[in-house]
């Protein structure tokens, strides 16, 4: 089993910046995808970004233009850079792995963003 942990999260002004990172133990360079999602309190889980094996990276409308994701295979971590921040990205951001017939989910990091 892979297990996954996030940091970075924290508290930031609307219109700042926060980095998360997502630290597998296992090998991100053999999963299918590495991804974010989030959930604030009384939503639903919602997709936030992907990157796949080669680099090809996906995002939630919400976020597009803002966030950017990123992977350091060597180092089996994931990054998630959040920019212009907005209240509504407020939420507990979980880091996600693909694996051929697996998936794993990190205990997730608070993004609070004050207005």
């Known amino acids: 089993q892979v297990q996954l942990v996030e940091s970075g999260g924290g508290l930031v002004q609307a219109g700042g910046s926060l980095r998360l990172s997502c630290a597998s133990s296992?090998?991100?360079?053999?999963?299918?995808?590495m991804g974010w999602y989030r959930q604030a309190p009384g939503t639903q889980r919602e997709f936030v970004a992907i990157?796949?094996?080669?680099?090809?990276?996906n995002y939630g409308d919400s976020v597009k233009g803002r966030f950017t994701i990123s992977r350091d295979n060597a180092k089996n971590t994931v990054y998630l850079q959040m920019n212009s921040l907005k209240p509504e990205d407020a939420a507990v951001y979980y880091c996600?792995?693909?694996?051929?017939?697996?998936?794993?989910w990190g205990q997730g990091t608070q993004v609070t963003v004050s207005s």
């Open positions: 996600h792995a693909a694996y051929p017939g697996y998936r794993f």
């Open positions: 296992g090998s991100i360079g053999s999963s299918n995808f």
């Open positions: 990157i796949d094996s080669v680099g090809t990276t």
